[in-house]
């Protein structure tokens, strides 16, 4: 698997990092390609720097881990390129301070990014789990791993998304269609308050307890 890193910020180095270091090919852009080649470089393992419409045409797997309000513009220029591909939504749309979503409950980042690039399979992933969690490439917490949950319409993106937070050592719970995105989001918020206002720090994360796992696709 071929994976593209749009976004050169803490989330987007971590995770790619990361995925080169477990044998994924990974290649990084930003909006300042300085910083893709030095995420490169820190990732080591063979992860390269690529302009945007390089990446998106050698990649599979597309990770977008720009702010939201900034990936539109990011993704814009290679929209016919998209078609077919699987971009993984790690973005959440929440106001400056961190305190709101900017989109919610009847709709989500997600879905409109879908709707603003409708040829690529969208997927939810990612979105809900600090960077530091990340850059520490612990993916368990006292013995039990993280759920990573996501979401998306497209069965085989899916599949190969969950494959990726699987081998990432994540507990991977498919968390239904994409219009489920507007659960997920709200998800990063409380996230975002236990661990910077309630004092429970930023390698945290959620786990589902389950007698019998749910969808396997």
């Not at 180095?13 to 909006?31: D, E, M, N, P, Y």
């Not at 990612?126 to 917490?141: D, G, L, R, S, T």
Request: hydrophobic share 45%; proline share 4%.
């Amino acid at each position: 698997m071929q994976i593209g890193i749009i976004g050169s910020g803490k989330v987007g180095k971590g995770l790619g990092a990361w995925c080169a270091k477990i044998g994924f090919s990974v290649l990084f852009s930003s909006r300042n390609q300085t910083h893709a080649v030095e995420a490169a470089q820190m990732a080591g393992h063979g992860a390269k720097s690529a302009t945007t419409p390089a990446l998106v045409q050698e990649a599979d797997t597309i990770l977008l881990t720009l702010p939201f309000g900034e990936s539109g513009n990011a993704l814009d220029t290679v929209r016919d390129l998209l078609h077919g591909k699987t971009l993984v939504d790690v973005t959440n749309p929440i106001s400056p301070d961190h305190r709101a979503l900017t989109i919610g409950h009847t709709h989500s980042g997600a879905e409109a990014i879908a709707r603003q690039f409708p040829t690529a399979n969208v997927v939810k992933a990612f979105n809900a789990v600090f960077a530091e969690v990340y850059a520490a490439q612990k993916p368990q917490i006292d013995g039990r791993a993280i759920t990573i949950f996501f979401a998306g319409d497209n069965l085989d993106a899916k599949a190969g998304v969950r494959e990726l937070i699987t081998k990432l050592g994540f507990d991977a719970v498919d968390a239904g269609p994409l219009a489920n995105s507007r659960y997920l989001e709200p998800l990063s918020l409380l996230n975002i308050h236990l661990g910077r206002v309630l004092g429970f720090g930023t390698e945290i994360g959620f786990s589902l307890l389950r007698v019998q796992k749910g969808p396997s696709k």
